[in-house]
């Protein structure tokens, strides 16, 4: 990984960013930020996967909720690498909730339910390690 601070982030754009067709616009706020496309791909999502993306949300009262909206439809996986990537990406998304999201964010300006809000990403490095084995192999990774 070339530089310093460079870092890896795992986002996955839901089911309603690929239905309300913002895939392009989503991923062009990340490229033009500066951020580097290391793996990209449109996925079916199964329920065994939905439930190990968010399993630290196992039992809390949206879980149900979060499963059924990514459950049996296509979302796109990606690895973004930059600069401080889990930070810089969690601050242009936005805040958890788009109708207390910044305007100027993603969820800020292209949302308005919580549950279905647009864009997942990781929160930390941990994070990270755990989400991208969900989608990828590690000989996708060696793109650059
Ligand atoms: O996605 P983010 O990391 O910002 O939020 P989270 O706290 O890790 O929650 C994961 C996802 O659960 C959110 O993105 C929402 O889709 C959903 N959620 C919800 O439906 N209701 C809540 N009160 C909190 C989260
Ligand atoms: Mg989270």
């Known amino acids: 990984m070339a530089g310093e601070d460079a870092e890896r982030t795992f ?5 309603s960013c690929v239905e309300k067709g ?5 991923i062009s706020r990340f ?3 500066g951020l580097r496309i290391i793996q990209l791909k449109v996925v079916k999502m199964s329920r065994e996967k939905a439930e190990e993306l968010y399993k630290v949300h ?7 909720g979060l499963i059924n909206v990514i459950a049996g ?6 690895i973004l690498e930059g600069r401080k990537a889990i ?3 969690r601050r242009l998304i ?9 305007p100027g964010t993603i969820r800020g300006d292209l949302a308005i339910n919580l549950t279905d809000n647009l864009v997942h990403a990781s929160d930390s490095p941990e994070s ?12 996708e990774l060696q793109t650059y």
């Open 11 to 15: 986002v996955m754009l839901k089911p």
């Open 22 to 26: 913002f895939i392009g616009e989503v």
């Open 31 to 33: 490229e033009r930020k």
């Open 58 to 64: 196992y039992g809390k009262p949206f879980y149900e």
């Open 73 to 78: 439809k296509t979302v796109v996986a990606m």
């Open 87 to 89: 930070g810089v990406v």
């Open 94 to 102: 936005g805040a958890t909730d788009p109708a207390e999201a910044q």
């Open 128 to 139: 990270y390690q755990r989400e991208y084995r969900i989608f990828f192999e590690d000989e």
